[in-house]
């Protein structure tokens, strides 16, 4: 069995790369191990950048998007008792945010493939990857119970965070750089009073909070815990207190009423040096992870998965295989950009560690609050951060 590009993973990334190259007539198959309803129920990202909105768009990727999604143009951070509200779309002329949680956008994307007439393989994850005697890419699946093979002209590890497809690049390809961050998050998925309408991030001496809209009333929240802290330790009633003390809702402030789901993440970030061997390409988080500061992980997904099916669509269609050399560079350099600015914002909403006394504490919050009412006023510097955070180049 053959097919002309093999992608490992239905998330969004291995999901619009699919979309995109079946529409340009390439016979692509996409395996995934989980089952459609445990896709859509995986609640996990939820804001886009507007030219990531502006893509899906245009490839038609976008009638649920538009339908439920909703627009989103300022975050405010709260600091010493005071309020700084970014006005970002103002400040760059109109790149927003668009709401959608990425289950529903992966839940779009999968009806899309089945109409154009290629649906995803699902519950049928890739086992191993090996080569011909051509050099072009064999993969082994487990596929309504049976084990099968399928070559393919090219290959995409859109398998995430702890994919196999990177795994057969020979050990050198295989180098990863890292940071494991002095933070760790409760990770909250919570039923709020009313619609949050834009981000809030709490700097307090207690540590970090932050609460994004997700749909309707439901908000995503974080709260910094004490590294490596047992989440058994934070009970509903004390992370909805630490919530309430560090974001401070006003009257009028979405509030947590109940808590939906709860998880920890000790904050990290990576990259893979490499992000092709010969016909094997990576995508999405199987080539690099970042923090969920700045909201980065999904869009940098999509926007590799759209780089790459340009590349691929002029190399199977055109012979010109120009625009899939430069595709690792692209992406690298464009992934630093990203981490670059996930890195800056972390700085900001996390005091030093070794900022123990409430003196060091404050002193710390004081610098933080000068910083941000620079950003909130306009000119260079507010402009500079409103480009980086809406990903407006
Ligand atoms: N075979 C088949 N499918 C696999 C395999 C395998 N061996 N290993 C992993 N997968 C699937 C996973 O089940 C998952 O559905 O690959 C998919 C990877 O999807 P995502 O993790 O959503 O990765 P990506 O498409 O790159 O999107 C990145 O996810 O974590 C968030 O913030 C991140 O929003 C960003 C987005």
Redesign the pocket.
């Known amino acids: 069995r053959r097919v002309e590009v093999a992608v490992?993973?239905?998330?969004?990334?291995?999901l619009v790369l699919a979309n995109v190259l079946r529409r340009a007539g390439i016979e692509v198959a996409v395996?995934?191990?989980?089952s459609a309803a445990h896709?859509e129920r995986r609640a996990?990202?939820g804001l886009l950048e507007h030219r990531i909105a502006g893509y899906l768009r245009a490839q038609g990727l976008a009638t649920g998007l538009d339908a439920r999604g909703s627009r989103h143009g300022w975050c405010e951070f709260a600091c010493l008792g005071r309020l700084v509200r970014v006005d970002y779309r103002a400040l760059t002329g109109g790149a927003g945010h668009w709401v959608y949680p990425?289950q529903e956008l992966v839940g779009d994307l999968l009806a899309e493939l089945a109409r154009a007439g290629g649906p995803a393989r699902l519950e049928?994850?890739?086992l191993g990857v090996g080569r011909d005697g051509t050099g072009r890419p064999v993969l082994r699946v487990a596929e309504g119970g049976a084990e099968r093979t399928y070559g393919c002209e090219y290959l995409v590890g859109?398998?995430?965070?702890?994919?196999?497809v990177a795994e057969c690049f020979p050990p050198q390809a295989r180098r990863v750089v890292r940071r494991r961050y002095p933070y760790d998050w409760l990770t909250v998925l919570a039923e709020v009073s009313r619609p949050v309408e834009g981000v809030r991030y709490a700097l307090h001496e207690s540590g970090f909070a932050g609460m994004m809209p997700r749909a309707g009333t439901v908000g995503r929240l974080y709260l910094q815990v004490p590294p490596e802290d047992d989440p058994a330790r934070w009970p509903a009633e004390r992370v909805q207190a630490e919530l309430a003390a560090r974001l401070r809702p006003a009257p009028g402030d979405p509030r947590v009423l109940r808590l939906l789901e709860t998880g920890v993440v000790r904050l990290h970030a990576r990259v893979r040096g490499r992000l092709r061997h010969g016909r094997v390409f990576l995508?999405?988080?199987?080539a690099h992870l970042l923090t969920?500061s700045g909201a980065k992980?999904?869009n940098l997904?999509v926007a590799d998965a759209a780089d790459l099916a340009d590349a691929l669509i002029r190399a199977l269609r055109r012979g010109d295989p120009s625009a899939l050399d430069g595709y690792e560079a692209r992406r690298l350099r464009e992934t630093w950009r990203m981490q670059e600015f996930s890195d800056r914002l972390l700085g900001l909403l996390h005091l030093p560690r070794e900022a123990a006394e409430p003196a060091e504490r404050e002193f710390g919050l004081r610098l933080r609050l000068a910083h941000l009412r620079g950003l909130a006023e306009p000119g260079p510097r507010a402009v500079d951060f409103a480009r980086d955070y809406a990903g407006a180049g």
């Open positions: 490992a993973g239905a998330g969004p990334a291995g395996w995934e191990r989980f896709l996990r990202a990425q049928s994850p890739v859109c398998d995430g965070a702890h994919g196999i995508a999405g988080d199987a969920p992980g999904l997904a």
